[in-house]
């Protein structure tokens, strides 16, 4: 059969879906690039706002209404809205086929064979959350890949449903992932990101994730540089970046990592939530705004010129206009190079959708517009001193926008626009003096 998967959310989502495409495939089904030609669709959802799991319902409502036409079409949903309204769904959406949750992703294609083999009308839910469901198998490679490190989250933050739907934190044995990595790297790819809901948490619970205790005097003794460095040691790896990051793991010998580790790329993810004690400690993110600040400064001090991006939440309740402002001054002492943000969306069942969702919807929408503009005059900024510099950049190939010049990542995550030349191939890491620069984009010419 063929099959499509749409994917919401987040990067760990994105790779959720590759490791089920591979599975499918595995078991002699087709990818195809639009949902109109598949047999099998599948929806990958986010729970994290209220809107992204609205736009998913929106979704799985139209593809089911297309089996009318189309009796034999497979419909499924999978991820973190899966599992968070377990049998709901189908109260939602009954002409759904299956609703399988975060950890049991591996189970589709038995699912999908038993539907085809005339198990119709049998509706499939498998939403066990105590496996370690990890995503295994990646797709025909391209230069970049997303491998899981870590499962999971156990921090509990006030706000968020991702403890509930991912289940708790199950750090990769490292031989695991670096066997995973040595194959992406045979295949063409050149840059990993590590991914973990809070990455830099890697190893730090029970399970030993290496098979001894790091030797006396060697140079990374905690176990997330420690992975670093013998992911690096892969050969054709040449850029390693992992997300996201949590102050607590801001730690010297992740800061010596970045230093000192050739292939780590100098930018972190480093969510703030907000620059207001007092909301900080509501959401339980475990640190002040000055605490954050230092483990910033921290990095700094090693890096200089590691870009930092972060989330932000607006409107939180009882975010004040002086909290806002706090989280406005943070902004400014940060000086981060790109901020997303969010306006607070109550998520059913965590302990902030208990208290009073008390600041008004245009009140968040302006908050959000104001840190908008805010980060657009720190990214000009931030930009402008790139001008005249060099930075390293992977050749992507012919950027989107205009054919004739070429894109690529610096090591700061910056998308870079430049001259191509000849003799650089795609995976080629080039040399690019920046001439020009926007708040998103950097220009400039390979040098020689
Ligand atoms: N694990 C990551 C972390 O904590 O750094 C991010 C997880 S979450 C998928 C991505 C972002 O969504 C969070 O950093 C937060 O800003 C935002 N978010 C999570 N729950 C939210 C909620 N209930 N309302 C609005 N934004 C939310
Ligand atoms: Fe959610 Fe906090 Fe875990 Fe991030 S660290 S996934 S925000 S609970």
């Known amino acids: 059969m063929t099959f499509y998967i749409h994917t919401y959310g987040c990067q760990m989502n994105v790779r959720d879906s590759e490791a089920v495409a591979a599975s499918l495939v595995a078991a002699g089904h087709t990818q195809v690039p639009a949902e109109d030609a598949a047999d099998i669709v599948i929806v990958n959802t986010c729970s994290v706002r209220e809107k992204a799991e609205e736009k998913a319902l929106g979704k ?63 509706r499939w839910l498998t939403t066990d959350i105590s496996d370690h469901d990890v995503p295994q198998g990646h797709l025909e490679s391209d230069l970049a ?13 006030s706000y968020c449903i991702v403890p509930a739907a991912r289940g708790p934190e199950y750090s990769r044995p ?28 890697y190893g730090r619970q029970r399970e030993p994730v290496f098979d001894a205790p790091a030797p006396v005097g060697v140079a990374f003794t905690e176990p997330f540089p420690r992975l670093l460095e013998v992911v690096a040691k892969v050969p054709g790896i040449s850029r390693i970046r992992f997300t996201s990051g949590h102050p607590s793991g801001c730690t010297e010998e992740l800061a010596r990592a970045f230093r000192d580790i050739p292939q780590v790329c100098p930018h972190l993810h480093l969510p703030v939530q907000s620059g207001s004690d ?43 206009e002086a909290d806002f402002e706090a989280t406005r001054e943070l902004m400014r002492r940060a000086r981060f190079d790109n901020s997303f943000i969010f306006k607070f969306s109550p998520r059913p069942g965590t302990p902030a959708a208990q208290m009073s969702d008390d600041v008004s919807a245009e009140e968040k929408d302006r908050r959000n517009k104001v840190l908008l503009a805010d980060q657009d005059d720190i990214g000009v ?20 926008r205009n054919a004739e010049r070429w894109s690529g990542r610096c090591g700061q995550n910056k998308i870079v626009i430049f001259d191509p030349e000849q003799g650089v191939g795609r995976g080629d890491l080039v040399k690019v003096k920046i001439v020009r620069a926007n708040p998103q984009t950097l220009f400039g010419s390979i040098i020689v």
């Open 60 to 122: 799985l409502g139209l593809l089911c209404a297309s089996k009318r036409e189309r009796p034999r079409r497979i419909i499924g949903v999978m991820g973190c809205m899966a599992q968070r309204m377990g049998q709901f769904v189908f109260e939602r959406v009954p002409t759904l086929d299956f609703a399988v949750g975060c950890r049991a992703a591996r189970l589709i294609p038995c699912v999908v064979a038993d539907i085809e083999a005339g198990g119709g009308g049998r």
């Open 145 to 157: 890949a997303f491998v899981t490190v870590l499962l999971g989250c156990n921090r509990r933050c």
């Open 174 to 201: 490292a031989k695991e992932i670096v066997d995973e990595v040595a194959c992406l790297a045979e295949r063409g790819v050149r840059e990993v990101t590590l991914l973990g809901q809070s990455v830099l948490n």
């Open 278 to 320: 007092r909301i900080l400690k509501s959401m339980r993110r475990g640190y002040t705004a000055e605490q954050y600040l230092a483990a910033v400064e921290r990095l700094r001090s090693f890096v200089p010129d590691i870009a930092i991006t972060t989330d932000i939440i607006v409107g939180y309740p009882g975010e004040t």
């Open 381 to 400: 900024a931030n930009n402008a001193l790139w001008i005249g510099r060099e930075v390293e950049v992977l050749a992507e190939g012919p950027s989107l």
